[in-house]
């Protein structure tokens, strides 16, 4: 009863109320009035918040302010997306003039030399010239002596009947010299570097003197320009259809890729050639201590097969010929327009100096990953002591990224690059060391601030460094002789426009 009369007493008041109805014009300045009201607190808040923090400063006018906001974060097409690549597609069937392989007594044994893909490189040169002397080819050795000391045979990291078989038809390939021909003089050969297919048929007249000719040295045998095209057509099927990696680091290769992406996605592969090595090498030591520079120059001079031991390192970074420092890869990367919880995978060995180094980049871009945290206990026992494996997976991880950028134009830079070329172009972002360092070093000297500013000159100057298709690259001009050779773009750097074709043709 009692909630009955109190459910009564709401509905008689509730009555009442309704009783009193609002005039229209009355309903009219009451609702103008709540709306100016709203307007003075709008603006008086709106002022409170822009005095409080900005107190030192008069208001800026609408240009002003957006110069002061760093646009750092570019759209996703401009910073992941492949360039435009029209019709381009790889071209390396023969022509219909091409010759195939022969049957050949005549036996070519190679020793390749230096890195992982230093001799990848080599070896695709050989196949070619062993094409051209009309030679059978026996499986190369790789190189045991060079920095790494790496014991690994051919078939621990290609797949050696695949390179074979798939070769069949432009050059016999055999596993090892005929047990006959194992103690038979052989002629031992430096080939000239960067020789044409005319200094390789003229060197077939040492099969009147000798059944094997044995090449000390693979890398830059042959020329990157003006040979014929079914020559260019055969390097580029050796190297990027033939030259694949064995089973299990084709398989190891793509398993780490499939644990990167969980991880965040797209990824960038960063070539931080920040290593001892190449420190040392090119006697680069700019902001590394006094003890650490020391160590480098020992290391150099130590070093028998490095021919130049005095090294400027100001001058060496002034010319755009050293490694970015992890600090600058960070500011470059940041300036680019990548935010910082960016996925970048480290494609590189030890870093020198570890993480007082490292720490340099990991502070503006953490999510660093490395090979060592990607595979599992087993799978990095089976590859500890075997560098040019790990290297290989690193190739691997690079071809596949999103994005591949490379702190050094060495060998695995040019062979990466090249590899993303013939596959599409996907984006590789070439950094312009020696602009670079011009900016740098305004930065330290406080001419330029890192925000807009940095960022508009730095997108301006890699809007062209971006993979994008362009014919391969000739010497530089005013050098001539044999000298204009290394100056040319590496043709595995670009296979284009040889191994590379328009739709149209």
Request: charged residues 25%.
């Amino acid at each position: 009863m009692v909630n009955r009369g109190s459910h009564n007493t709401g509905n008689l008041q509730t009555a009442r109320f309704r009783t009193r109805k609002l005039s229209p014009s009355a309903i009219t300045l009451y609702t103008f009035f709540i709306f100016a009201f709203s307007i003075f607190v709008f603006l008086f808040y709106v002022r409170n918040i822009v005095e409080d923090e900005q107190p030192q400063h008069p208001l800026l006018s609408v240009e002003s302010r957006s110069e002061q906001v760093p646009k750092l974060h570019v759209h996703d097409d401009r910073l992941w997306g492949s360039p435009l690549n029209p019709g381009l597609h790889p071209c390396v069937k023969p022509t219909t003039k091409y010759k195939g392989s022969q049957n050949s007594d005549h036996y070519l044994t190679v020793r390749s030399n230096g890195g992982l893909n230093q001799m990848r490189t080599g070896i695709s040169d050989m196949v070619a010239v062993a094409h051209i002397m009309n030679a059978t080819l026996v499986i190369p050795q790789l190189d045991k002596r060079s920095f790494w000391q790496d014991s690994s045979v051919f078939s621990d990291i290609f797949d050696e009947l695949h390179f074979i078989e798939s070769l069949k038809g432009d050059v016999r390939i055999v596993r090892e010299l005929p047990k006959h021909l194992e103690g038979a003089p052989r002629a031992r050969k430096h080939f000239t570097s960067w020789s044409g297919v005319g200094y390789f048929e003229e060197m077939t007249k040492l099969w009147n003197d000798y059944q094997v000719v044995h090449v000390a040295k693979s890398d830059s045998r042959l020329a990157n320009n003006n040979l014929p095209l079914d020559i260019q057509k055969l390097r580029c099927r050796a190297m990027y259809h033939a030259l694949r990696f064995s089973p299990p680091i084709e398989s190891l290769g793509k398993k780490l890729v499939e644990r990167l992406r969980p991880l965040g996605g797209r990824y960038i592969a960063l070539h931080l050639r920040y290593e001892k090595d190449m420190l040392s090498f090119t006697g680069c030591t700019y902001g590394l201590t006094d003890a650490e520079s020391e160590e480098l120059r020992i290391m150099r001079e130590n070093t028998n097969h490095w021919k130049v031991k005095y090294i400027n390192s100001t001058e060496q970074r002034i010319g755009g010929f050293c490694p970015l420092t992890p600090k600058e890869v960070g500011i470059f990367l940041q300036a680019l327009g990548f935010p910082p919880s960016t996925l970048i995978y480290i494609a590189a060995g030890d870093i020198y100096g570890g993480n007082t180094h490292l720490l340099e980049l990991s502070s503006r871009f953490p999510n660093l990953v490395f090979k060592e945290s990607l595979v599992t206990p087993e799978e990095l026992q089976a590859l500890t002591n075997h560098a040019s494996q790990w290297a290989a997976l690193d190739y691997i991880i690079s071809v596949e990224s999103d994005v591949f950028i490379p702190s050094y134009s060495g060998n695995m830079a040019r062979a990466v690059e090249g590899h993303r070329r013939f596959l599409g172009h996907r984006r590789t972002i070439s950094p312009d060391r020696k602009g670079l360092v011009e900016i740098f070093d305004k930065l330290e000297t406080g001419e330029l601030d890192e925000g807009p500013s940095l960022s508009h000159l730095v997108q301006r100057m890699h809007k062209n460094r971006q993979g994008a298709p362009r014919k391969r690259q000739g010497s530089l001009p005013g050098i001539k002789g044999r000298a204009r050779f290394r100056t040319e773009e590496a043709f595995y750097e670009n296979p284009y426009p040889e191994c590379i074709c328009s739709s149209r043709r």
